[in-house]
C-alpha cells in the first residue's frame, strides 16, 4: 500500500477514535450510546390471556336464524357458556366451571360444528355431482 491509500486513512481515523478517552468524546454523543439497548427487545414468553367473559363463537352457515352461537359469561366467580341457536332463542346453559374449561368448550363446540357442516356440504355436493351425471346418461 503507498501512502496515500484512502483505507489506510480510514483504519487511522477509526484506530484514532477508538484510541480517544471518554473525556474528549463529545457529551451527547456519549449519552445516546449509553442509552441505545444492547439487543432486542424480549420476546415475550407467552401471549396475554383470552378474556373469557363475553369470549363467544358463531358456528358456520348461511342462515342466522338456524346459526349456534357459543358465550361465555362470568356469574358469581364461575363461568358459564350460554349456547343459543338463532338470534332469539333461549339458551341452554352448561356451567358452573373454570375460565379455561368454558373457553375450551366454546372453541370445541364451534370447531365440532364448523367440521360437521363442511362434511354436510361435502356430502350434498357430491349428491349434486352424483344426480347431475345420472341424468346426463
Known sequence: ????????????TIASILDAPESRREPEKAAAAEQKPVGPPPIPTSPPPIEAHGYARHGPGPMAAIRFKWTVRLENGSYY???TIGENSTPIV???????AAIRMVDDRESDA?????????EMTERATANKESSEA
Open 1 to 12: 500500500m503507498t501512502q496515500g491509500d484512502p483505507t489506510d486513512n480510514a483504519l487511522a
Open 81 to 83: 357458556v350460554d349456547e
Open 94 to 100: 352448561t356451567g358452573p366451571m373454570s375460565r379455561e
Open 114 to 122: 364448523r367440521r360437521r357442516f363442511e362434511q354436510f356440504k361435502s
